[in-house]
């Protein structure tokens, strides 16, 4: 009976040195939680000033940028092409599916249009992007700080910011709004191929219905989002390199880094623009 | 021996390309040097070796300047390398070529390329000439062959070899080898030991040789440190080395496993671990 009421009121008033010693930990854990979070985005916001400092002598080897448009757009193509059609597809289905109910297939077109241009485009194209372009960069630039070729480029007194992660860092700048286009305009096709083609809209109405309803101001909107995702992202992909952990589990972690970090700040910034631009 | 400086061959300070005095250096909190002393002279092999983990690399990024003492002086060329700015830490680096223990080759350009790199980097040379220029050092090294190879097409002696190849093709005035001989097969070792010898007698160049390999590097040093315990624990001449009577010496030089540096990391009793008994 004693031990039966010790344990209701233990269950009912904790000791409070257990919980002290539960709360400390705690507290303690979380304020070094936001304190490394805090040196790792002061980490980050200088080594954005160094890169963008050494952004403009690299703008003078026009054939490194080149090459690593290439790396990041060219390489990066068929799987926006691909991604970009099916969506596109999808949005005439679904688009055609519910404006039929309001009997209003004529604004099927504005409908994809605005989709596409507003946030479709440049959000999917993004999240393919941190997937595809920005692992890659996060691996080959980790891969060399492994193998110390970071560092050897540094005592042939050669910068690694200007030759190694300053042109990568312009060419996914570049390479995003480009990738945009054509995710868009593949899109479009697509979207128009299922709903002219297979649902009956008519041809006509589906792309003047698109060309008077859609203004400039909405493709701004998505050329500065691409910008924005572009500059973000390829930040993050450059910066998770440069630092990584010189070890193959370190650049494992880095390039899962990547990936989660992109695929986040890409929502939350296409929120925060989308909100400025209405 | 006792005294690194006190030696058969003329030490005057002048003649020291890389002066390390007195320098102090710590990791989070655990001491690499305490008080390393190392002078290297103009046109010597100098070599420095010690067990594994005594911060033999360590000492090369110092030089180099890509890490800078807690304490004490690390002068190249007569200029002192923590008062170096940014643009001097560079030039310097110029002057100065550096074997590295993988090669560190840049993976996506061919062995052409990779020698070519700091000449194209550092100067405005016309093509036909960084040709023949990569064509000679690659010729040095015996492998103007395989210039058109990529770096995963290399054995490690080979990588090692276009590795030098670049070192060199600057025309350095100090060449730094860090751990030359890792991993090589007796032949690589051979020419990569024939290299290093030839660059010093006919380019004149200064060297400096991190390595644990004793036998390899009695063969060309001029001048050898032996690091334990973060500082200067013998130096002297290959024959004087060897020679010397000191424990730490004779442990290293004949590769004991018992004596001042130990085998074991500091652990518990290994009976009572075993029996699972509290430290």
Known sequence: ?278 | MADPHSTSQPSPEADAVIDVRDVHYAIDGRPIFAGLDIRVRRGLITAVMGPSGTGKTTLLRLITGQIYANRGHVSVFGREVGDMGRAEIYATRKRMGMLFQNGALLTDVDVFDNVAFPVREHTNLPEPLIRTLVLTKLEAVGLRGAAHLMPAELSGGMARRVALARAIVMDPEVLIYDEPFVGLDPISLGVILRLIKQMNEALGITSVVVSHDVHEIATIADYSYLLSEGKVVAAGSPAELAASDSATVRQFMTGGAEGPVPFHYPAADYASELLGEPA
């Open chain 1, 1 to 278: 009976m004693t031990e039966s009421a010790g344990t209701i009121v233990s269950e009912g008033k904790p000791p409070p040195r257990k919980v002290e010693a539960q709360a400390v930990p705690s507290r303690k854990a979380s304020r070094e939680g936001l304190l490394e979070g805090v040196r790792k985005a002061g980490v980050t916001a200088i080594f954005f000033a160094q890169l963008l400092a050494a952004c403009v002598p690299a703008l003078s080897r026009p054939r490194l940028i080149i090459a690593q448009i290439y790396n990041a757009g060219a390489r990066s193509l068929i799987i926006i092409m691909l991604s970009g059609l099916f969506t596109g597809m999808v949005l005439g289905l679904q688009g055609y599916d519910l404006l039929h109910r309001f009997g209003s297939e004529a604004a099927l077109g504005t409908a994809v249009a605005l989709s596409l241009l507003k946030e479709l485009g440049p959000v999917l194209t993004a999240l393919l992007f941190a997937g595809r372009a920005g692992t890659a960069l996060t691996s080959e630039i980790g891969l060399m700080r492994a193998t110390d070729q970071l560092t050897a480029m540094e005592v042939m007194a050669v910068d690694p910011l200007r030759y190694v992660a300053a042109p990568r860092f312009l060419g996914g700048l570049i390479a995003m709004p480009l990738l945009t286009a054509i995710f868009i305009v593949i899109g479009l096709f697509g979207a128009q191929l299922v709903g002219v083609q297979m649902m009956g809209v008519d041809r006509g109405i589906f792309w003047s219905q698109m060309q008077s309803a859609v203004a400039l101001k909405d493709v701004t909107e998505g050329i500065v989002k691409s910008l924005v995702f572009g500059a973000v992202l390829s930040l993050i992909a450059v910066n998770e390199g440069y630092h990584t952990e010189p070890t193959a589990e370190g650049v494992g972690r880095a390039t899962t880094r990547t990936v989660v970090a992109s695929s986040v700040l890409t929502l939350l910034l296409d929120y925060v623009l989308t909100a400025v631009f209405l």
